[in-house]
Nanobody
Framework: QVQLVESGGGLVQAGGSLRLSCAASGRTFSNYAMGWFRQAPGKERELVAAISPSGKNTYYADSVKGRFTISRANAKNTVYLQMNSLKPEDTAVYYC????????????????????WGQGTQVTVSS
């Protein structure tokens, strides 16, 4: 059974930084793409960043390009989201997700294959 546990959320002022971590267990981590989603109140969940199984390829939503960086440490079964220059509109619950398809990654931001989810971590950016 795949388990994902996020950490690192919190309250930060606009312009500040946070790093989210997601520890995975239950299958061979390095075979699967990972993603970070977020959902703000009253809005749909959106994929903000994704990373291929090897870590060589990444995807970013336009709203976070140049500010967020996704990375992974396959030896530690962990994926990270470094968030810099945070804005109030980044306020949301952030979810780590794992793709169900071994060896697959869509650089265009296909979000249909994510089948496993963490519990979410709140990120609040004050103005």
């Amino acid at each position: 059974q795949v388990q994902l546990v996020e950490s690192g959320g919190g309250l930060v002022q606009a312009g500040g930084s946070l790093r989210l971590s997601c520890a995975a267990s239950g299958r061979t981590f390095s075979n699967y793409a990972m993603g970070w989603f977020r959902q703000a109140p009253g809005k749909e969940r959106e994929l903000v960043a994704a990373i291929s199984p090897s870590g060589k390829n990444t995807y970013y939503a336009d709203s976070v390009k140049g500010r967020f960086t996704i990375s992974r440490a396959n030896a530690k079964n962990t994926v990270y989201l470094q968030m810099n220059s945070l804005k109030p509109e980044d306020t949301a619950v952030y979810y780590c997700a794992a793709d169900r398809r071994s060896g697959y990654f869509d650089i265009s931001g296909d979000d249909q294959g994510y089948a496993y989810w963490g519990q979410g971590t709140q990120v609040t950016v004050s103005s």
